[in-house]
């Protein structure tokens, strides 16, 4: 077998690991919970109603089957991976969340006046990871955490509101299915909430929620963990790979999307084999210029760069002279505050050609 092929396999075996890892956690907080349905609590322990109770322990047993044949179906798994353990390596980003390293042990593997990296080896099911911490990332995830934990809280205020206005919804089963669809729309933050509906005859009279904030910072920590099967790398050599991927994957991106590399409408193969290489060199260029740019601490991608340097525009006057000659005189406009920034990053004087004259 090929290495492409047995990279192939590994990275869906990895992916279909996690995901039923993930699944199988669901249904162990399900089966210890038997008595919370979607995560709502409804003032009892549970309803005495003969349908709610069978509805109960419908969905109990289907969870417990579920959970045997994803566990079956996760060893198998382990082993596929362990046969290729032997042949191949890998560093990937791990989904699975687990406890970061007890002390202060993290040593500084990447720094620079926006940002800094640092990690720390630890070893975990006989993985190696590589617990990772980044300010800038911290920065960002907290915004995202911030106006996430705000609009889901503004539609819970609203749910909870309607209940006792004159005209609003007040069905119990109405109610939760609203709750229900704000944390699918904002799931990454409604995890980390205790959600109480108190009901009274099938009519829902209060909504109140708890919110669990040491949990949600440890998720948006900023934090994140590589995990890779090599024993012999450094905590630098690793994330330096892993970067290295990520650099590779941001070129095809580029190359497909912003340079067009896809769709190829050619038919023959020396066109297609034309196209291909014309995007390339215009890969090439682009990256020069983007690493450039990087060095002066502007991170655009290439279609804003694009997009924000289009109205800078170059422009030709024509008119006519007293001889019956057409004369016409070539000059750009007047760039703007952000086109004159990418020309003093790279190193040019704006505007970057002179006035042309010339007459026909």
């Known amino acids: 077998m090929r290495k492409t092929e047995l990279t192939r396999f590994r990275k869906m075996l990895m992916e279909e690991k996690e995901r039923v890892t993930s699944s199988l956690a669901k249904h162990e907080k399900i089966i210890k919970h038997t008595n919370d349905q979607s995560g709502l609590e409804t003032g009892k322990a549970h309803s005495n109603h003969m349908a709610d109770q069978g509805s109960d322990e419908f969905q109990y047993e289907t969870t417990i089957k579920f959970a045997n044949t994803e566990g079956r179906y996760l060893y198998n798994i382990e082993e596929a991976l362990a046969e290729l353990k032997e042949k191949y390596h890998y560093i990937c980003v ?152 990520l650099d590779l994957e941001d070129a095809f991106r580029t190359m497909k999307t912003e340079l067009a590399l896809r769709p190829n409408f050619h038919h023959k193969e020396r066109r297609s084999d034309g196209h291909i290489f014309i995007t390339l060199l215009a890969y090439h260029v682009v990256h020069s210029i983007r690493t450039h740019l990087k060095e002066k601490g502007i991170r655009h991608c290439w279609t804003t760069i694009r997009d924000r340097l289009c109205k800078h525009e170059r422009v030709t006057n024509g008119m006519n002279t007293e001889d019956g000659r057409r004369l016409y005189i070539r000059q750009c406009s007047e760039p703007e505050l952000f086109p004159k920034m990418i020309y003093k990053a790279l190193g040019l004087e704006p505007p970057p050609r002179g006035r042309r004259i010339f007459t026909i």
């Open 94 to 245: 791990s989904r699975k969340r687990i406890d970061p390293p007890a002390g202060d042990n993290l040593i500084t593997i990447k720094q620079t006046k926006r940002m800094k990296v640092e990690a720390e080896l630890m070893k975990h099911d006989g993985e190696v990871y590589l617990y990772c911490r980044s300010k800038g990332r911290q920065a960002k995830e907290k915004g995202i955490q911030s106006r996430l934990k705000q609009r889901f809280e503004e539609k819970l205020e609203v749910i909870s509101a309607a209940i006792h206005k004159k005209g609003g919804m007040k069905k119990y089963r109405k109610v939760v299915e609203r709750i229900g669809r704000a944390k699918e729309k904002y799931k990454q933050i409604a995890q980390y909430y205790d959600i109480r509906v108190e009901e009274r005859k099938g009519v829902a009279t209060e909504v109140s929620w708890e919110y669990r904030k040491e949990e949600s910072d440890q998720r948006f920590s900023g934090s994140y963990f590589l995990r890779t099967d090599r024993e012999d790398l450094t905590e630098k050599e690793i994330w330096g790979i892993y970067t290295m991927l």
